[in-house]
């Protein structure tokens, strides 16, 4: 069974960076022909897609966070990543990792993480 | 980029009840639609896919359907755990991969 898990800090200061790491689990990464994306949620708001990669690094993202973020993978440890960086407020979300169903963006996602909340704040 | 308006933003609804939700593409998006269901503090659930498909396992007694700009999702006969919160996305264009705003179903 499928699972993606993700991690890092709860808490991220105005200004800095922040990370997320999605891991994989019960599916090679290398090996299994989908797009891997994020998404967040802001608390009591709707869903938005952050970005999308594929295990040989191509990255897509979401053209108003486009100069913000970079997704990036790291198949010997079948997990991929999230940098947002220059965090205000507005980015404190849930944030999610998720799979494309399929070797292509314009296909839904099917298996999703349980999310992190990230707030902002000093 | 394609703009999705979903609505109504909520309803009140009893089980048993037929919901319908809708959710309209500023342009075209032929049948490049996903709904998905989501339970308070719990990840989106993918429901349908391609306007009108079944996910696996999903009830029967969802549905969709649509093509072009406009579509519908359908809950013929509102069970207990069906009251969450619904969102469409279209997957037509990247990198504008957008989520409608989404539509609570309460309990009346």
């Known amino acids: 069974q499928l699972q993606l898990l993700e991690s890092g800090p709860g808490l991220v200061k105005p200004s800095e960076t922040l990370s997320l790491t999605c891991t994989v689990s019960?599916?090679?990464?290398?090996?299994?022909?989908?797009?891997w994306g994020w998404i967040r949620q802001p608390p009591g708001k709707g869903l938005e897609w952050i970005g999308s990669?594929?295990?040989?690094?191509?990255?897509y993202y979401n053209s108003s966070l486009n100069s913000q973020v970079t997704i990036s993978v790291d198949t010997s440890k079948n997990q991929y990543s999230l940098k947002l960086n220059f965090v205000t407020a507005a980015d404190t979300a849930v944030y999610y990792c998720a799979r494309h169903s399929g070797p292509s963006l314009t296909i839904p996602f099917d298996y999703w993480g349980q999310g992190i909340l990230v707030t902002v704040s000093s | 980029a394609i703009r999705i308006t979903q609505s109504p933003s909520s309803l009140s609804a009893s089980t048993g009840d037929r919901v319908t939700i809708t959710c309209r593409a500023s342009?075209?998006?032929?049948?490049?639609l996903a709904w998905y269901q989501q339970q308070p503090g719990k990840a989106p659930k993918l429901l349908i896919y391609s306007a009108s498909t079944l996910q696996s396992g999903v009830p029967s007694r969802f549905s969709g359907s649509g093509s072009g700009t406009e579509f519908t999702l359908t809950i013929s006969r509102l069970q207990s755990e069906d009251f969450a919160t619904y969102y469409c996305q279209q997957y037509y264009s990247y990198p504008w991969l957008d989520f409608g705003g989404g539509t609570k179903v309460e309990i009346k």
């Open positions: 342009q075209s998006i032929t049948t490049y």
């Open positions: 019960g599916d090679s990464i290398d090996r299994s022909n989908y797009y």
């Open positions: 990669i594929f295990y040989s690094g191509d990255a």
